[in-house]
């Protein structure tokens, strides 16, 4: 389906973060499959609730939709189901929010069943305050639940009920295989292992790292959020040194409270580790707000306190030698590899070993 892009720049916008933030929406975009076919940008000075801009505004991007011909529009903000309710019967169009859009990707690159049922989860929490818009779809699943209608009860507090038990089921579920997790986790700690975890903003390079340091050949996808399970292998350091070495979800600004909720489980690996290595691609348009991305979820899961190190990666790409040193001027303690050419890979093992060990 023909897409179109568009950049809601509100009052609190980083105006110098436009061009980036377009830029990640398309990328988003085509990961999940749409066809992009063009890219807008429109300024809302103020805030409105029922349709997130003006009535005029938003009849005038209609315009603009319509001679662009898009059957979808990519929104780069999160709506409430009454905006886009309001929105989608203006524009006639489809409309995806950012919530919404990653939710399609995570549900594409899903393969563990793990990842299955929290994206699941993580669709069913996002679903529940916008039933009045998706009421047509839930009304047909209702039965599949075998639930009966209460005394009183109205369709959306039926639906509403079906998705709750529906969540609670799914989330007994992952805390099962949680909890299978946690008794591999006993037995790395009994075989004293210490336990490092690779983190950064989505598509930083954190699998290809993995696959460097642990001598593999499985192919890293140049795409986001390609890994949604965490993968651990036995990485050989030096001196005899071991260490189980982690892949982890990639991070992404302005993820919802909930998602990061959905993947709670996922994310105990960061949690139970020795060491966070704060992986960020050298290439970026947006070095500092990436970085500052992966603080803030850090935070927000209660591990920013953990003892981190900080690793740019793609160093090969890099043809000006003079952009390399500003970053490295900007941030003298970290470390710089290439995980294809496998520059920096030994100073990495040796900092890792003084880290751990």
Not at 62 to 78: H, Q, R, S, Y
């Amino acid at each position: 389906m023909k897409t179109l892009c568009i950049e809601a720049v509100l009052p609190e916008s980083d105006c110098f973060m436009i061009e980036e933030n377009l830029l990640e929406l398309k990328e988003l975009g085509q990961t999940a499959g749409y066809d992009i076919i063009d890219s807008l940008v429109i300024s809302i000075p103020r805030f409105f609730s029922a349709t997130l801009m003006s009535q005029p505004l938003a009849e005038e991007i209609g315009l603009e939709i319509k001679e662009k011909e898009a059957e979808v529009v990519l929104l780069n903000v999160d709506l409430s189901s009454s905006q886009l309710k309001n929105l989608e019967k203006i524009w006639e169009v489809m409309i995806v929010d950012r919530t919404e859009l990653i939710l399609k990707i995570f549900q594409n690159n899903a393969r563990t069943k793990e990842a299955k049922l929290q994206v699941e989860i993580a669709q069913l929490r996002y679903t529940l305050p916008r039933l009045k818009r998706m009421w047509g779809h839930l009304s047909r699943i209702e039965g599949g639940f075998g639930f009966t209608k209460g005394p009183g009860e109205t369709q959306i507090e039926i639906d509403r009920r079906i998705i709750k038990d529906r969540i609670s089921f799914l989330s007994t579920k992952v805390k099962k295989i949680s909890q299978r997790r946690e008794v591999r986790r006993k037995k790395r700690v009994e075989a004293d292992l210490p336990m490092v975890s690779l983190v950064g903003y989505t598509n930083a390079g954190k699998t290809a790292l993995l696959n460097c340091l642990a001598k593999e050949q499985k192919e890293s996808e140049n795409k986001l959020f390609a890994t949604l399970s965490p993968v651990t292998r036995k990485v050989f350091l030096d001196f005899s040194k071991y260490m189980l070495l982690s892949d982890t979800v990639g991070f992404i600004k302005n993820l919802p409270s909930h998602l990061i909720a959905s993947f709670h489980s996922t994310l105990q690996e960061i949690e139970y580790s020795d060491l966070l290595i704060l992986l960020q691609d050298v290439t970026s348009n947006s070095i500092f707000e990436k970085v500052d991305t992966v603080h803030t979820v850090l935070d927000e899961i209660n591990c920013l306190s953990k003892k981190t190190l900080l690793v740019f990666t793609k160093i090969d790409l890099i043809q000006d030698e003079s952009v390399l040193n500003r970053i490295k001027s900007n941030y003298p303690d970290a470390l710089f590899i290439s995980s294809l050419t496998k520059e920096g890979i030994d100073t990495l093992k040796t900092k890792i070993l003084e880290m751990v060990f």
